[in-house]
Nanobody, 115 residues
């Protein structure tokens, strides 16, 4: 059974940092491309960052320079380090794994940036 479980969300002040984790099981994590998406209230889900199986990374312009995606294949976990957080980063953050023609989603973790 495939599972992606996000953690690490919470309430943080503007300018603060959070690190999200996504623990994967039930598929060959090391062969999968992993991504983070987010969805703010009333908005469509948007792509945030991606890391390939060999560690190549890409970022949305809105987070470039502030967020860093990484992976630990030994732990079957992908991370999103978020620095210099802004109120507009408030959203539910989801991780996604893509392996071949299959795509898997986690249940999401809430990030709220507010003073």
């Amino acid at each position: 059974q495939v599972q992606l479980v996000e953690s690490g969300g919470g309430l943080v002040q503007p300018g603060g940092s959070l690190r999200l984790s996504c623990a994967a099981s039930g598929f060959t994590f090391s062969s999968a491309a992993m991504s983070w998406y987010r969805q703010a209230p009333g908005e469509q889900r948007e792509w945030v960052a991606r890391i390939t199986k060999i560690g190549i990374t890409n970022y949305a312009d809105s987070v470039k320079g502030r967020f860093t995606i990484s992976r630990d294949n030994a732990k079957n976990t992908v991370y999103l380090q978020m620095n210099s957080l802004k109120p507009e980063d408030t959203a539910v953050y989801y991780c996604k794994g893509v392996l071949g023609f299959s795509a898997y989603w986690g249940q999401g973790t809430q990030v709220t940036v507010s003073s």
